[in-house]
């Protein structure tokens, strides 16, 4: 049966307040498909009596968390879109580099890092472009509001489709190995990423000043005011000299005016003014 207006409404509420995430009227098949299935797997006997136990509970019970995280679209892949990667290992990681000489520390976070491919690839391009950081403190962190996506990329373990999408050959030959028709990233590369739970509405009790922000792929859900309040912290936990990277449909412009857009060919990167 499909969703009621009532219902959508409060769902929309749910993971707008919760997660920033606005889902506009003409999501509801979204809201169907995505939580039918939860509904089933919990015995309910249809989306709406999941919903009816839901509006009874404090929004803090785990079937809100499970609701929002099936709302939260997690789409991403190795290396993506390429040009953000390379203005990183030309330019702006030779930079830092220069500019860290002293304390031989380099850190990146990835703010919204879904299964892991963006904080990996990362990894990745350190250890194959960078071999003068062999002995720095190279410190890479993912975080997620998605409790799902996070144990994926704990696991680092990706189906063909995945490693096909973006992943040089050459990567996936010196750094995966395959048992069960998975790819597993191997330990060496796995190491050197942290992951953890991080609602972006949140206050956000990761330490580093930041070299890398990667806040790539997740504001495009948020309205306005949430952009405007991320991007304001986002100012303060920024390392001086530090960068901060969005995805290619997303910008500070007209947002934020403290953040300085720095054109690397066909990539933006942000510093602060
Ligand atoms: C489309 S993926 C982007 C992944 C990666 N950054 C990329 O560009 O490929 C968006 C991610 O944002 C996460 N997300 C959505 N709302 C969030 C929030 N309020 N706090 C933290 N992460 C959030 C989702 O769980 C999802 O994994």
Same mark, same amino acid.
């Given at each position: 049966?499909?969703?009621?207006?009532?219902?959508?409404?409060?769902?929309?509420?749910?993971?707008?307040?919760?997660?920033?995430?606005?889902?506009?009227?003409?999501?509801?098949?979204?809201?169907?498909?995505?939580?039918?299935?939860?509904?089933?797997?919990?015995?309910?006997?249809?989306?709406?009596?999941?919903?009816?136990?839901?509006?009874?509970?404090?929004?803090?019970?785990?079937?809100?968390?499970?609701?929002?995280?099936?709302?939260?679209?997690?789409?991403?892949?190795?290396?993506?879109?390429?040009?953000?990667?390379?203005?990183?290992?030309?330019?702006?990681?030779?930079?830092?580099?220069?500019?860290?000489?002293?304390?031989?520390?380099?850190?990146?976070?990835?703010?919204?890092?879904?299964?892991?491919?963006?904080?990996?690839?990362?990894?990745?391009?350190?250890?194959?472009?960078?071999?003068?950081?062999?002995?720095?403190?190279?410190?890479?962190?993912?975080?997620?509001?998605?409790?799902?996506?996070?144990?994926?990329?704990?696991?680092?373990?990706?189906?063909?489709?995945?490693?096909?999408?973006?992943?040089?050959?050459?990567?996936?030959?010196?750094?995966?190995?395959?048992?069960?028709?998975?790819?597993?990233?191997?330990?060496?590369?796995?190491?050197?990423?942290?992951?953890?739970?991080?609602?972006?509405?949140?206050?956000?009790?990761? %330490? =580093? +000043?930041?070299?890398? !922000? #990667?806040? &790539?792929?997740?504001?495009?859900?948020?309205? %306005? =005011? +949430?952009?405007?309040? !991320? #991007?304001? &912290?986002?100012?303060?936990?920024?390392?001086?000299?530090?960068?901060?990277?969005?995805?290619?449909?997303?910008?500070?412009?007209?947002?934020?005016?403290?953040?300085?857009?720095?054109?690397?060919?066909?990539?933006?990167?942000?510093?602060?003014?």
């Amino acid at each position: 049966m499909p969703i009621s207006a009532s219902d959508f409404q409060y769902i929309a509420g749910l993971v707008r307040a919760h997660a920033a995430i606005v889902l506009e009227p003409g999501k509801e098949y979204l809201v169907e498909t995505r939580l039918e299935p939860i509904a089933r797997k919990e015995g309910y006997e249809s989306l709406a009596d999941m919903i009816h136990v839901l509006r009874s509970m404090p929004p803090t019970e785990w079937l809100h968390a499970a609701v929002i995280d099936a709302l939260t679209t997690n789409e991403t892949l190795f290396f993506r879109d390429f040009h953000p990667f390379e203005a990183m290992r030309q330019t702006i990681i030779p930079r830092i580099i220069e500019q860290r000489q002293q304390s031989r520390q380099l850190t990146l976070w990835s703010a919204a890092c879904s299964s892991g491919q963006e904080p990996y690839s990362f990894a990745m391009m350190i250890r194959e472009a960078f071999p003068q950081l062999k002995d720095w403190i190279i410190t890479i962190v993912g975080s997620d509001i998605s409790t799902s996506s996070l144990a994926r990329a704990r696991q680092a373990a990706y189906s063909q489709f995945e490693v096909n999408r973006g992943l040089p050959a050459i990567y996936m030959a010196k750094y995966f190995t395959q048992k069960d028709g998975l790819w597993h990233l191997k330990d060496e590369i796995k190491r050197m990423v942290q992951f953890r739970n991080q609602n972006l509405l949140h206050p956000w009790p990761l %330490i =580093p +000043a930041w070299d890398i !922000i #990667l806040l &790539r792929n997740v504001m495009i859900y948020f309205d %306005i =005011p +949430a952009k405007q309040g !991320i #991007l304001r &912290r986002m100012r303060t936990t920024l390392a001086p000299g530090g960068y901060m990277m969005l995805g290619a449909a997303e910008t500070t412009l007209n947002i934020d005016p403290s953040w300085k857009p720095i054109p690397y060919g066909h990539t933006v990167a942000y510093q602060t003014c």
